[in-house]
């Protein structure tokens, strides 16, 4: 497949699109159109064509998509082919629940460390992983192919702890601490805050209402 520059909007679709095909995979469907995804996925079908020609199309006039074959190769682009070996640092209530947490593996994401300074926690058995003490990272990194890191830590050891990641080989943070990294280039840095999710559906609420009340 030809190679080009692929705006992050598409990018940051096609996961949906990956869980949607993934789920018609499953329940043994072979082809579907563009208006059929569209109407299951609420998004228009020019959306679903302009993404898809990015990639060169996928699909076949009057055929419409091969489910299997465009699920795989939505999957090769996101690099879903290849093992990713994460660890997670900080081994508190959200960074034992991502641990916990078996689907990450069937997308090809391996769980192999976590790491806390709380020598209390050091040893905790998380799904088969041992909690490991802070001066073992830089050398677990190194030792086992760990190109993933996800930060569950309080923002003010945050930033010190990513340097120490990333001068030993860690490629990309997902970061849950509440603070802007600095990372050099060519370092993906991905922030989640799920509060933002709340805060969207709090002001949807209010809008609601706010329509409520004037009709
Ligand atoms: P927690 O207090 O249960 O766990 C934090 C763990 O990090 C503790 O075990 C602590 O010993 C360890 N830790 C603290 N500083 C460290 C350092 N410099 N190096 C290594 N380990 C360190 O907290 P919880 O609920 O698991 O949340 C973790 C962090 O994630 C919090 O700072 C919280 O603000 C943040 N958070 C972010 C969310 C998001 O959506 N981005 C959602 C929930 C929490």
């Known amino acids: 497949m030809e190679e080009k520059e692929i705006s992050q909007a598409v990018i940051s679709r096609l996961p949906r699109y990956f869980r949607y095909l993934g789920e018609l995979k499953d329940e043994g469907v072979e082809r579907i159109s563009s208006q ?41 682009i996101l690099g879903l082919d290849e093992k ?18 078996l689907n990450f593996e069937r997308r090809g994401f391996i ?6 300074k709380n020598p209390a926690l050091v040893g905790k058995d998380v799904r088969g992983v041992k909690v490991m003490p802070m001066e073992e990272m830089e050398r677990f990194v190194k030792e086992n192919d760990i190109d993933i890191a996800v930060l569950t830590i309080p923002k003010s050891g945050a930033e010190e702890v990513a340097e120490r990641l990333v001068a030993n080989g860690i490629r990309a943070i997902w970061n849950f601490a509440h603070v802007d990294l600095n990372v050099p280039e060519g370092i993906q840095v991905e922030n989640v805050h799920l509060s933002d999710s709340l805060m969207k559906l709090s002001y949807n609420i209010g809008c609601y209402k706010r329509e409520k009340d004037k009709a």
Not at 39 to 63: C, H, P
Not at 87 to 98: E, P, R, S
């Open 84 to 101: 990713h070996n994460f660890i997670i640092i900080g081994a508190g209530n959200l960074g034992q629940a991502l641990g916990n947490y």
């Open 36 to 76: 059929e995804l569209s109407e299951l996925m609420k998004v228009t079908a020019s959306q679903i064509r302009q993404d898809f020609n990015n990639f060169g199309g996928f699909g076949q006039q009057g055929y419409g998509y091969n489910v299997e074959y465009l699920y795989k190769e939505i999957g090769k």
């Open 111 to 116: 769980f192999r460390g976590m790491f806390d």
